[in-house]
């Protein structure tokens, strides 16, 4: 027996599997990501409450600059919340509306 953990099975393999189960396998596999590193679920969850909560083109915005935060944060060598603070913060989400003092100025903008 080895200590090395045996590959993940693709998502894609199983029976019921759906198309989106295949498409991430896939995109892991070009992106050179680790089999079932994508949690499609929290993916998911993150981008219908920011559509729900901020506006429908935030979804995918949202769920872009979650995996890039956690892109830097690995590359440092850091664990990441990005997807839960993501999640908070579109969760409370009140639009100051445009020309407030208050717009653009949410945590970390800026930095």
């Given at each position: 027996m080895t200590d090395q953990t045996?590959?993940?099975?693709?998502r894609g393999a199983e029976p019921g599997s759906s198309v989106l189960d295949r498409w991430v396998d896939a995109l892991e596999?070009?992106?050179g990501l680790p089999p079932r590193s994508v949690d499609v679920g929290?993916?998911?969850?993150?981008a219908r409450d920011a559509a729900h909560q901020v506006a429908?083109?935030?979804a995918p915005v949202t769920a872009y600059a979650v995996g890039y935060a956690e892109g830097?944060?690995?590359a440092r060598g850091e664990s990441s919340d990005a997807l839960d603070r993501a999640t908070s913060s579109a969760l409370s989400w009140q639009d100051p509306g445009?020309?407030?003092?208050a717009a653009?100025?949410?945590s970390g903008?800026?930095?």
């Open positions: 045996p590959p993940a099975t693709p596999a070009e992106l929290a993916v998911l969850d993150l429908r083109p935030a830097l944060a690995a445009p020309g407030s003092p653009g100025a949410a903008a800026g930095s």
